[in-house]
């Protein structure tokens, strides 16, 4: 399918590996240009030219941490205007309620909710103006089914998830469609680390840890960031017009529920 979109330009967070990867290869493939970030400065750079290497476009790397404000002034210095936003971050540390302190949910909060409402107060206007534009905020499927040790990023991503609710109705109008993308567990270095905190304290190996949470997912599997990274380039397409803030859960049926 053309997605109708070659020629536009994009800004992806966090996309040297994992799902923001993803879909950065899968933007790149349908010829979008793009500013990528990551907070190593070899690994992004490696990144944008293996892209633009097999994709025939332009990726500009830009090296800083998209959940400080210094590190969005230096990606937005980059990207000058863009037609599509992908935002994302890394999710915090698993732990227990009774642990977490007011700077912890402080730190949560910039990372999950407000570097992404940050970018889009940056960029969304002059999408508005332009009278086209897509983002995707990449969150998890805790905003649907919470998961207790990761209680930081459920508080943090629920926040974006109620700001996107009315942010997106409101420049619909004007040709732009925010919408939010839910992963369940895709086979990323964050996996890795969930299922190695699992091995260790139940003192069982990474395989059988990996192979437990597999048997939970109907499909029987773990995602892969191709998968993520189709769903999300739809989602920036021209036939995406009509999907205006919603939530895409993407977990192979993980989530038990009927709506």
């Known amino acids: 399918m053309d997605l109708g979109i070659r020629g536009k330009r994009g800004l992806v967070c966090a996309a040297s590996k994992g799902l923001g990867r993803g ?41 800083a941490d998209i959940t400080t ?31 977490w302190s007011r700077d912890d949910f402080v730190r949560a909060l910039d990372a999950n909710m407000l570097s992404a409402v940050a970018l889009m107060q ?50 619909a109008a ?6 939010n993308l839910l992963p369940g567990i895709h086979a990323t270095d964050r996996a890795v680390g969930l299922d190695r905190g699992v091995a260790e304290k139940e003192g069982i190996d990474l395989d059988e840890a990996r192979r437990r949470r597999q048997a939970t997912i109907p499909t029987g599997t773990y995602g892969t960031a191709e998968d993520f990274g189709a769903t999300c380039a739809f989602l920036c397409s021209q036939q995406a017009r009509f999907i205006v803030g919603q939530n895409i859960l993407l977990d192979g049926g993980a989530v038990n529920l009927t709506i």
């Open 23 to 63: 879909c950065a290869e899968a933007l790149a493939a349908a010829g979008v240009d793009l500013v990528i970030n990551s907070r190593t400065e070899a690994e992004i750079t490696r990144t944008a030219h293996e892209i633009a290497e097999r994709h025939g476009v332009t990726v500009t790397p830009v090296a």
């Open 69 to 99: 404000e210094a590190g969005r002034a230096r990606v937005l210095e980059a990207v000058g205007h863009a037609d599509i936003l992908v935002t994302n971050a890394g999710g915090p540390p698993p732990g227990d309620w009774r642990d």
């Open 122 to 171: 940056a960029l969304v206007p002059g999408m508005m103006e332009r009278g086209w534009g897509r983002v995707v905020n990449i969150t998890s499927q805790s905003v649907r089914s919470p998961i207790a040790v990761l209680g930081l990023s459920n508080s943090a991503r629920a926040g974006l998830t109620g700001f996107v609710a009315g942010m997106s109705r409101q420049v």
């Open 174 to 179: 004007s040709g732009v469609c925010v919408n």
